[in-house]
C-alpha cells in the first residue's frame, strides 16, 4: 500500500498543471497536447542560441578553460526544460526547469567570478568553485521545500552579477566594451520586464488579448546571456590570459547594432613569453 502511495505520488509530480505556476498565456489554446503553446515554442530559440555560442567562442574556451562550453551546453538543457515545463505545466518541469538555470548561474560564478572579489579566506579559484559547488548542491535541495521562491532568488543572483560587472566597468574606457555591457544590461532589464508584467500585470494584457510576454522574456533573456557571458569572458581574459590579446567582434556583422558576440584572441601562447 506504502508502495502504491509512493509511486502515485511521484507520477502526480509529472502530471499536466501539477505546478503551482500558471503564465499569462491561455491554456491548450493552440494544441490540446501543449498547455502554453508561445511559450513552449520560444524556449526553442534557445537551441538555436546555444550552438553558435558554443562554436564562436571555442577559440577563447580552448586557451582558457573547456569547462567554458560546459555553460552554452548547459543552456540547451534550459531550453529543453523550458519548453518541458511549459508545454506541460508540471511540478517536475517547474524544478528542471529552475534548477538548470541555477546550475547554469553556479558554473558562470566558479568559472568566471573575478579573483580579487572573492572573499579573504579563499585563496584560489579551484577553493571558490568547490565552495560555489557547495552552495549550489544545498540550494537544489532547498528549492524543493520552497518552490515558489526559487524565481525570485535566480534574479536576486542575476543582480548580484550585474552588481559584480558594474564593480569591473568602472575603470572601463573602451567604447566596444562598453557597448556590449549597455546591450547586456539593456536585454536583461527589458526581459525582466517581460517577466514581472506577465506575472503580475496579466489581467491587463488579457484586456489587450497579448498574453506572450513570458515567450518574449525567452527570447530576450538568451540574448542577454550571450551578451553578458561573452562580456565577462572577455573580461576574464584580460586578467587570466592578457597574452592572447582578447577583442570583441559581432556575428554575422561587425557593424550591425544588434549580432552575437564573441571574443577573438589575436595572440598565441608565443606572445606569452612578452608578459
Not at 502526480?12 to 515554442?41: K, P, Q
Not at 573547456?66 to 505545466?89: C, E, K, P, Q, R
Not at 549550489?136 to 552579477?161: D, E
Amino acid at each position: 500500500m506504502a508502495g502504491f502511495y509512493s509511486s502515485e505520488k511521484m507520477t502526480g509530480l509529472f502530471a499536466y498543471e501539477s505546478s503551482d505556476l500558471d503564465w499569462c498565456e491561455d491554456n491548450y489554446r493552440h494544441s490540446e497536447h501543449i498547455v502554453e503553446y508561445f511559450n513552449t515554442m520560444s524556449s526553442l530559440f534557445f537551441f538555436v542560441i546555444s550552438p553558435i555560442m558554443l562554436y564562436l567562442l571555442h577559440p577563447y574556451a580552448r586557451e582558457r578553460n573547456l569547462a567554458v562550453h560546459l555553460v552554452w551546453t548547459m543552456m540547451i538543457f534550459v531550453g529543453l526544460f523550458s519548453a518541458y515545463f511549459h508545454m506541460t505545466l508540471s511540478f517536475m518541469g517547474q524544478m528542471l526547469d529552475e534548477l538548470s538555470i541555477l546550475w547554469v548561474l553556479g558554473l558562470c560564478y566558479g568559472l568566471w567570478f573575478p579573483r580579487r572579489l572573492f572573499p579573504s579566506f579563499i585563496k584560489d579559484r579551484t577553493t571558490f568553485s568547490r565552495l560555489v559547488m557547495m552552495i549550489t548542491v544545498v540550494t537544489t535541495l532547498c528549492s524543493f521545500v520552497k518552490p515558489t521562491a526559487n524565481a525570485y532568488l535566480l534574479n536576486c543572483f542575476a543582480l548580484h552579477i550585474i552588481y559584480s560587472l558594474g564593480l569591473e566597468m568602472r575603470t572601463c574606457t573602451d567604447p566596444k566594451v562598453l557597448r556590449l555591457c549597455w546591450s547586456a544590461v539593456g536585454l536583461w532589464v527589458l526581459a525582466i520586464s517581460c517577466w514581472i508584467s506577465d506575472r503580475f500585470g496579466c489581467s491587463f494584457w488579457q484586456k489587450l488579448n497579448f498574453c506572450y510576454l513570458h515567450g518574449i522574456w525567452h527570447i530576450l533573456i538568451v540574448m542577454a546571456v550571450a551578451y553578458a557571458s561573452t562580456l565577462i569572458a572577455y573580461l576574464d581574459a584580460n586578467y587570466e590570459i592578457p597574452y592572447s590579446l582578447p577583442s570583441l567582434q559581432y556575428w554575422p556583422n561587425d557593424n550591425w547594432v544588434l549580432g552575437l558576440p564573441y571574443i577573438v584572441l589575436k595572440g598565441t601562447t608565443k606572445t606569452q613569453k612578452i608578459f
